[in-house]
């Protein structure tokens, strides 16, 4: 969720965690992050979103944020421990940077010796923790950002370069299904989507959006018997 105003994600996570091993097969870990100015408040459990009981005071956890990822694993890459759950998190040039992947990128499968990305070249800081591709590419793409720019460069500059980044690992991949939100900031909300099926799966991993703005109406979450009526807590600034 990115949002114009603070906003309380308690809706939204109650029918979302249902799919961590209820509703859907994503049962392997979740985790959820969101700012609080400059801080990031993330909680992250290897237990099914659906039995976890983090998950289930997060549920009940009334706070509101303008940015915020969740994320509900089914592991491909790398084993089940809570060092490979999402999101994955990195401070970089004052900002705290959190990361999560849907996809399969078998180029960054071996942790030993992350790629390098875009023409740059340099000290390579930031390394992964777990196994995954996933927390692999996310450090790839900070080394890169790192090593081409010394200091934030604006917005529109930083979009282009992670764009350039993303066209060049999916280039390098045979069949790339690359999916992420990447957050940089307490405003700042990322997204980018090639989308793919994974061989012998007749699931399509894509990305989807909502657009919540005013006239707002009820809401009824798929995953759960459960309706609010956003007229009730909304202003027209919200969105």
């Given amino acids: ?12 996570f109650r029918g979302f ?4 091993g209820d509703t859907d097969k994503h049962s ?3 985790g959820l992050a969101f700012y609080e100015g400059c801080g990031v408040r993330a909680f992250h459990d290897s237990d099914s979103a659906v039995d976890s009981k983090v998950a289930e005071m997060i549920r009940n956890y009334p706070v509101k944020t303008l940015n915020m ?11 089940k421990p809570l060092c490979n759950v ?20 078998p180029t960054f499968s071996s942790q030993k010796n992350l790629p390098w990305l875009g023409q740059s070249d340099g000290e390579k800081v930031y390394y992964p923790v777990g196994d995954t591709d996933s927390e692999a590419v996310f450090c790839s793409l900070l080394n890169a950002l790192r090593a081409k720019f010394k200091i934030l460069p604006t917005l529109p500059v930083l979009y282009n370069a992670i764009q350039q980044m993303c066209r060049e690992i999916i280039d390098n991949e045979e069949n790339p299904i690359f999916n992420f939100l990447l957050t940089a900031g307490e405003h700042t909300q990322f997204a980018y989507s090639t989308p793919g099926a994974r061989k012998g799966s007749s699931v399509w991993n894509g990305l989807y959006y909502t657009i919540r703005e005013p006239p707002f ?7 759960l018997d459960y309706t609010i009526d956003f007229a009730d807590l909304t202003t027209e600034n919200d969105r």
Avoid: E, Q
């Fill in 28 to 30: 392997d870990g979740w």
């Fill in 86 to 105: 999402h999101t994955f998190h990195r401070a970089m040039w004052g900002i705290n940077w959190v990361f999560a992947h849907n996809g399969d990128l």
């Fill in 217 to 223: 109406k009820k809401a009824s979450l798929k995953d």
């Fill in 69 to 79: 990822i969740s994320h509900i694993r089914y592991a491909t890459i790398g084993d």
């Fill in 17 to 20: 965690s249902r799919r961590g």
């Fill in 1 to 12: 969720m990115n949002c114009a105003t603070p906003t309380d994600f308690s809706f939204s």
